[in-house]
T-cell receptor
Framework: EPEVTQTPSHQVTQMGQEVILHCVPI?????FYWYRQILGQKVEFLVS????????KSEIFDDQFSVERPDGSNFTLKIRSTKLEDSAMYFC????????????FGQGTRLTVV | AQTVTQSQPEMSVQEAETVTLSCTYD???????LFWYKQPPSRQMILVIR??????QNATENRFSVNFQKAAKSFSLKISDSQLGDAAMYFC?????????????FGQGTILTVHP
C-alpha cells in the first residue's frame, strides 16, 4: 500500500525556535493536509493545500504557521517561533480527490517544545 | 463548524465478542463522506471503514461494519469477532463536504480495550 512519509519522527526544540516538519505525500495525490494531536486529545485540522495554495485553514493555523510545497514531492509545515503549547503530534495526510477518497496519514512527527 | 460526538470515552470487549462504538455528528450538507480511523499505541492513523452519505447501504469491511442513520446523523461502528489487535483508539471523522477541501473533523475518540 502506498505511504505518506514524515520526517523526523521526533523533534525536540527550544521555545522560540523555528521548526520545519517534512512530509512526502503519495505521488499521484493532489490534496495535502496537516493535522495535529495534543497528547490525550482529539486530532485537529490545521490546513489543507491544493494547487499550490492553501485551500482552508483552521483558527489554530495563525501567522506562526506556514506550509510549502517546495518541489514536486515534499510538503512542509513551518512553525516560526515555537511555543510550549505547540508540543503535539503532527500528522501529514494526502488524498487523491477532495471528498470521496480516504486520506492517507503519515506516521506523525512528535514535536516537543522545551 | 461541524461537530462530532463520540459519547463513549472507553469501551471494553472480550475477545471474539462484538462491540459497537457510537458517533453522532452535525452537518448541513447532504452529500459527504464518513470515516472511522483506528489509532494504535504507535499513533499511526489507520483507516477502518468509509461510508458515503448518499448510499443507503451500510458499509462493511470484513469484521467491521457501520450503522449509518443519515436522518439521525449517527454513524456507529460495529466490530465483530473482536481480536486483541483491535485494541486502539477509534476516531469517527466525517468529511465536511460542501466547499471544504476534504477536511476531516475528528471526534474525541473511544479507547477500545480487548480482553483475552
Amino acid at each position: 500500500e502506498p505511504e505518506v512519509t514524515q520526517t523526523p519522527s521526533h523533534q525536540v526544540t527550544q521555545m522560540g525556535q523555528e521548526v520545519i516538519l517534512h512530509c512526502v505525500p503519495i505521488s499521484n495525490h493532489l490534496y495535502f493536509y496537516w493535522y495535529r494531536q495534543i497528547l490525550g486529545q482529539k486530532v485537529e485540522f490545521l490546513v489543507s493545500f491544493y494547487n499550490n495554495e492553501i485551500s482552508e485553514k483552521s483558527e489554530i493555523f495563525d501567522d506562526q504557521f506556514s506550509v510549502e510545497r517546495p518541489d514536486g514531492s515534499n510538503f512542509t509545515l513551518k512553525i516560526r517561533s515555537t511555543k510550549l503549547e505547540d508540543s503535539a503530534m503532527y500528522f501529514c495526510a494526502s488524498s487523491e480527490t477532495r471528498d470521496r477518497d480516504r486520506a492517507f496519514f503519515g506516521q506523525g512527527t512528535r514535536l516537543t517544545v522545551v | 463548524a461541524q461537530t462530532v460526538t463520540q459519547s463513549q470515552p472507553e469501551m471494553s470487549v472480550q475477545e471474539a465478542e462484538t462491540v459497537t462504538l457510537s458517533c453522532t455528528y452535525d452537518t448541513s450538507e447532504s452529500d459527504y463522506y464518513l470515516f472511522w480511523y483506528k489509532q494504535p499505541p504507535s499513533r499511526q492513523m489507520i483507516l477502518v471503514i468509509r461510508q458515503e452519505a448518499y448510499k443507503q447501504q451500510n458499509a462493511t469491511e470484513n469484521r467491521f461494519s457501520v450503522n449509518f442513520q443519515k436522518a439521525a446523523k449517527s454513524f456507529s461502528l460495529k466490530i465483530s469477532d473482536s481480536q486483541l489487535g483491535d485494541a486502539a483508539m477509534y476516531f469517527c471523522a466525517p468529511n465536511a463536504g460542501g466547499t471544504s477541501y476534504g477536511k476531516l473533523t475528528f471526534g474525541q475518540g473511544t479507547i477500545l480495550t480487548v480482553h483475552p
